[in-house]
């Protein structure tokens, strides 16, 4: 069978700066002088290079990669969003793109209408839409205000209905960016239940951005891996996952100031460390570990301090927040640098997550916050169990009584 | 059915095939466009009937009754109405094609379509209130016993033809350049209203001398609306040089707009 999708060279330019620059009629015009004017002035930045590869019909494709690495940029190309700058694109099938829930919706339009207009402008026909109308709602879970209008919905309601019409288009080529991401733990299930029963007809080809590294194993045949705007590896699903994981870790879990802070404050954040049980330095945490989290800080004299130590998700959703104003113990510190650590079991499901650092003096007013300052992953492969969903897993013992 | 990328496309084509694919969504944008206008107003629709016919009143009184500029003989409401008709048109229609682009960017960046379809739609509204004001019109024609010669019934829509392609080019040069320059927003507001004076809505065209006449036709509206008062309140004749120039002038705007707007156009979400 021929590749569906075929991409030869591609290459994506922007200047930094100023956005793209367009071939406008008074740059056509003004181009003798312009080329000899403004030939230095900005930098060029390849936000993608040298991008070749292939998917087969029926093939899952997973693109990851850390953020700016180009995943979107390439999924906009091949949605026909933005032009390449270089090289080609062959796409043999109609083309749906899902890169944001509920594209279209408009707020003062009723749910019902919504559907109808965010149904079409994702490239669906009238009667399509007609035909899937109840099957749309009823996933939605949103029946009870189908004639209300969006703007009275509560954000939850309205990607639910987003992602609801955007499930039910039927592209042979379907291409997905992090939607995942979004709406409570129960949808996301729903979702990714719903992303699985649609991969597995094996009638459609699909390509899917995550940092979902355990829906990007679950769900694809092969993953890409996007560096910097290249292609840095093309393969199976474990390898490339690992790999990505590996290099994550490599990297260190290490934050530092880079700015250098002229503070009025007293106490100020210097750098943030991430380690391990095994006190090793990484980006990456698996179960069963506990993560330790280190910051330095230098002060301009002795005091006791309060240190705030926030986690977040990928949507911003403060997931844990410890705080030491509810201990007993006093921080304190001394002029210079100090070294605070705070270190907790990882109970996080898989995912993406974010550091921010938090310092209060003597009256807990703020002296300075960093916010998502370094991330991590939480890999959740060396555990043998796998029904985990939500935010956090919690120790449990169950037990049972009969009763009668 | 193979889709091709590349960097490069050839501009000057229009691809009626992706078009004719997309028809749905003309027709929900329309819907869509409609459908807001009115959520949320105690009158309603009744605005479309309101606007006109109010500022028909207004330039009477200060126009007609209190400058006395002449009409050329036919009573000064009739006279205005019929101009403030296909101006309205113009220049409603324009403002509205001119922020489509903008108005639509988030959906610009999330997903393709033939964005050409965002500048038709966004007419919809313009053209449904000219209809809506078109009762007014015969309404008033009746109040004033006026009885439109059968040639009207061929002319007006080929004048409504004209207006289209000239608020399309214009419209189109405008809300390309607006992805990019927000200048628009201010130039827009300020263009349309010192047009109104160079457009022959609240004076008869007679009162440029006749040599002059035709320079007129760079502006399609003078064309359009001497035409239209021609044909709909049958005095004077039909100035077809400066009609004909005007037909020509409308025909070149749309070129002009339409070339920039696809030079541009796929560079949209990056700049917008």
């Not at chain 1, 997973?62 to 700016?68: M, R």
């Not at chain 1, 109609?94 to 944001?100: A, D, K, M, N, P």
């Not at chain 2, 020509?248 to 707009?257: A, D, M, P, R, W």
Request: charged share 20%.
């Amino acid at each position: 069978m021929s590749a569906i999708i075929e991409v030869n060279n591609l290459g994506k330019k922007y200047l930094i700066g100023e956005k793209e620059r367009y071939l406008a009629l008074r740059d056509k015009l003004a181009h003798p002088i312009k080329a000899l004017k403004n030939t230095r002035s900005s930098e060029v930045f390849w936000a993608l290079s040298d991008i070749s590869f292939s998917v087969e019909k029926g093939e899952v494709l997973g693109i990851i990669g850390k953020n700016g690495s180009g995943k979107s940029t390439l999924l906009k190309i091949l949605s026909k969003i933005t032009p390449p700058t270089t090289g080609e694109v062959c796409l043999r099938g109609r083309v749906g793109s899902l890169l944001e829930v509920g594209t279209g919706f408009h707020p003062e339009l009723t749910g019902r209408e919504n559907i109808y207009l965010s149904g079409s402008i994702l490239g669906m026909r009238k009667k399509e839409i007609d035909k899937k109308f109840e099957e749309i709602v009823n996933f939605s879970g949103v029946e009870a205000f189908l004639d209300t209008p969006i703007k009275r919905y509560s954000s939850g309601m309205s990607v639910r209905l987003g992602f609801a019409v955007a499930a039910h288009l039927e592209p042979e080529i379907l291409l997905v960016d992090e939607v995942l991401a979004v709406g409570d733990a129960e949808f996301q299930k729903k979702c990714l239940g719903k992303m699985g029963e649609i991969t597995k007809q094996g009638a459609r080809t699909i390509i899917f951005i995550s940092h979902n590294m355990a829906a990007i194993n679950q769900l694809c045949d092969r993953v890409l891996l996007l560096e910097n705007g290249h292609i840095k590896k093309n393969d199976t699903p474990e390898s490339v996952v690992s790999e990505y994981l590996r290099d994550l870790t490599h990297q260190g879990g290490i934050w530092e100031r880079t700015s250098s802070k002229t503070v009025a404050e007293d106490h100020f954040v210097k750098s943030v460390i991430l380690q391990n049980s095994k006190k090793i330095n990484t980006r990456v945490f698996f179960a069963n570990e506990s993560i330790r989290i280190q910051c330095c800080i230098v002060s301009k004299k002795q005091e006791n301090i309060f240190l705030a130590v926030g986690i977040r998700d990928v949507l911003s959703n403060q997931i844990i927040h410890l705080n030491s104003k509810n201990q007993k113990e006093k921080l304190q510190t001394k002029a210079g640098k100090n070294m605070f650590q705070v270190e907790f079991e990882n109970i996080l499901s898989a995912g993406e997550y974010y550091v921010t650092v938090w310092i209060g003096d003597a009256s807990f007013v703020t002296q300075d916050y960093v916010r998502d300052c370094i991330s991590f992953s939480v890999d959740l492969s060396n555990l043998d169990t796998s029904y985990h969903f939500g935010s956090v897993i919690v120790p449990a013992t169950w037990s049972m009584v009969h009763l009668d | 059915m193979d889709i091709l990328i590349r960097p490069t496309t050839q501009w000057w084509k229009f691809d009626w095939k992706e078009f004719w694919q997309f028809r749905d969504l003309f027709y929900f944008f329309a819907w869509r466009d409609i459908k807001v206008r009115y959520k949320q107003t105690a009158i309603g629709a009744l605005w479309a009937v309101f606007q006109p016919f109010v500022t028909m009143v207004v330039f009477t009184i200060f126009f007609g009754n209190l400058a006395k500029i002449s009409s050329d003989g036919i009573p000064y409401p009739i006279f205005v109405y019929v101009g403030l008709l296909f101006w309205t048109l113009f220049s409603a229609g324009l403002s509205d094609v001119s922020n489509t682009f903008i108005g639509n960017q988030n959906i610009i960046t999330k997903v393709y379509f033939p964005r050409i379809i965002l500048t038709f739609t966004s007419l919809t509204t313009s053209i449904i209130d000219f209809f809506v004001a078109c009762i007014v019109l015969i309404g008033m024609m009746i109040w004033y016993h006026f009885i439109p010669s059968t040639i009207a019934l061929i002319f007006i829509p080929f004048l409504f033809v004209i207006t289209f392609l000239t608020t399309v080019g214009i419209g189109l040069f405008f809300s390309s350049f607006n992805v990019k320059y927000r200048d628009v927003r201010f130039i827009l507001p300020f263009f349309i209203q010192l047009l109104l004076f160079l457009t022959p809505v609240i004076y008869p065209v007679s009162l440029v001398s006749p040599e002059w006449r035709w320079v007129l036709g760079f502006n399609p509206m003078s064309g359009v609306i001497d035409t239209a008062r021609v044909v709909l309140l049958g005095v004077g004749h039909v100035d077809w040089l400066l009609l004909s120039i005007s037909m020509f002038v409308s025909v070149v705007y749309c070129l002009i707009g339409y070339g920039y707007f696809k030079g541009t156009e796929r560079y949209f979400a990056d700049v917008i």
